[in-house]
């Protein structure tokens, strides 16, 4: 986990947003993730009995199904301490192994930011 510098605004953001969308649907996590041409998709997890993905695979997903080519960062709204493997993975995947995920708290601190490829340990 890396510490974190101050915010830009753009990713302060998709911050605001990932935390709108978590209140709004009323769902464990909120994401956002922004696109190479500064679009945002935003997502709340999906828990289905047929399918279940986290926020942040969920906004990479609404990205992919518009047709991004690619991402420049990623966030997550959470209680949990960091972003899991499958969601960095998700980000990896259309965004590249250095493409920032940023992990905020439920009142939208920013607890880390790290690249979608680094380990977590």
């Known amino acids: 986990m890396s510490e974190t ?16 969308a978590r209140a709004r649907n009323g769902v464990l996590e909120g994401a956002a993730v922004r696109d190479e041409t500064g ?3 935003v997502a709340g997890t999906v828990a289905l009995d047929s399918l279940k993905l ?25 209680d949990a301490e960091r972003a899991t493997d ?7 995947d259309l965004g590249g192994p250095a ?3 940023l992990v905020a708290g439920l009142d939208g601190t920013l607890r880390s930011t790290v690249p979608a490829g680094d380990a977590q340990g």
Do not use: H
């Open 5 to 20: 510098a101050p915010l830009n605004p753009e990713d302060r953001k998709i911050i605001t947003l990932a935390r709108s």
């Open 39 to 41: 679009r945002t998709y």
């Open 54 to 78: 986290s926020a942040l695979q969920t906004a990479v997903a609404m990205a992919v199904a518009s047709g991004a080519a690619s991402l420049e960062a990623a966030a997550v709204v959470t």
């Open 86 to 92: 499958a969601d960095r993975a998700a980000v990896r």
């Open 99 to 101: 493409t920032p995920v």
